[in-house]
Nanobody
């Protein structure tokens, strides 16, 4: 049984930092395109960062330079380091696993065809 469990969310002031974690069980993260998504109230779910099995990384333009995705394969954990946070980063953040081809083709940011989802962790940034 596959499980993705996020942690590390919370409330911070603008300019602050948070580090999200996603612990996987029942799958090996390096065999998937691992993606962080977020969804703000009233908005569609959007991909913010992805990492593939070769260490290839992609970011949404809105977060480039502020968010960093990384992976600790030995413990099957995915991270999202979030710096210089802005109020518009407020959202529920989800960890997701999808087929590697989605990373290679650049289609990682769509919420469709994701194979596994975590339950989410809330990030709130106040001005």
């Amino acid at each position: 049984q596959v499980s993705l469990v996020e942690s590390g969310g919370g409330s911070v002031q603008a300019g602050g930092s948070l580090r999200l974690s996603c612990a996987a069980s029942g799958l090996t993260q390096r065999n998937f395109c691992m993606v962080w998504f977020r969804q703000a109230p009233g908005s569609e779910r959007e991909g913010v960062a992805a990492i593939d099995d070769k260490g290839g990384i992609a970011y949404a333009r809105s977060v480039q330079g502020r968010l960093t995705i990384s992976q600790y394969n030995a413990q099957n954990i995915l991270f999202l380091q979030m710096n210089s946070l802005r109020p518009e980063d407020t959202a529920m953040y989800y960890c997701a696993a999808r087929p590697l081809v989605h990373c290679y083709s650049g289609s990682w940011s769509s919420p469709s065809e994701v194979r596994y989802w975590g339950q989410g962790t809330q990030v709130t940034v106040s001005s």
